[in-house]
């Protein structure tokens, strides 16, 4: 069945850069869409961004542009995220949500990586 | 960007209740709608895509409805594992959430 795997927990410093990574299993990588959506503690969901592996297009919400940067490793199968310049906004769970395509929904998801930004 | 808002955003409620939770969309975005449901701790499920479409697995006491900037998820007689918060998403022009409707046992 399909899996994706995130890496774990990470604690950082305000102005450090973090890199969180998603590992899919269980289909074939190159088909799909790999999206980043983050959760703030008690808040809603905030999409961040999104790749198409075999096309190697990215896009960004506009209010992460210059910070959020996503790839993805064909050959392991694995998405990354990085956001740089933390700040303490930035302490969320990052998941990553599997989509068809650039026009559907999310059917599989990560099972979330928190990410503290502390001093 | 198109700016999802749902209501209400707290929902009091009883098993066996009919509820219904409402998302708009700032401009048209056809029946390019989803709805998730999500609990604490764990990462959002999906329910329904293309405004009405059922997920498989998903229980047909959920259903949702709607076209063009007006949508609503109905959970008919609501049962104990449907407590959660439920989000809208849009996905005609990039992607965006509403602000999300905790369901909790009145």
């Known amino acids: 069945q399909v899996q994706l795997v995130q890496s774990g927990a990470e604690v950082k410093k305000p102005g450090s850069s973090v890199m969180v990574s998603c590992k899919a299993s269980?289909?074939?990588?190159?088909?799909?869409?790999f999206n980043w959506v983050r959760q703030a503690p008690g808040q809603g969901l905030e999409w961040m961004g999104r790749?198409?592996?075999?096309?190697?297009?990215?896009d960004y919400a506009q209010i992460l542009q210059g910070r959020v940067t996503i790839t993805a490793d064909k050959s392991t199968s694995t998405a990354f995220m990085e956001l740089s310049a933390l700040r303490s906004e930035d302490t969320a769970v990052y998941y990553c949500?599997?989509?068809?395509?650039?026009?559907?929904?999310?059917?599989?998801w990560g099972q979330g990586t928190l990410v503290t930004v502390s001093s | 960007d198109i700016q999802m808002t749902q209501s209400p955003s707290t929902l009091s409620a009883s098993v066996g209740d009919r509820v219904t939770i409402t998302c708009r969309a700032s401009?048209?975005?056809?029946?390019?709608l989803a709805w998730y449901q999500q609990k604490p701790g764990r990462a959002p499920k999906l329910l329904i895509s293309k405004a009405s479409t059922l997920e498989s697995g998903v229980t047909s006491r959920f259903s949702g409805s709607g076209s063009g900037t007006e949508f609503t998820l109905t959970i008919s007689s609501l049962q104990p594992d449907d407590f959660a918060t439920y989000y809208c998403q849009q996905y005609k022009s990039y992607l965006s959430f509403g602000q999300g409707t905790k369901l909790e046992i009145k």
């Open positions: 269980g289909d074939t990588f190159n088909k799909y869409v």
């Open positions: 949500a599997r989509g068809d395509n650039s026009m559907a929904p999310f059917d599989h």
């Open positions: 401009q048209s975005i056809g029946i390019w």
């Open positions: 790749i198409i592996p075999i096309l190697a297009v990215t």
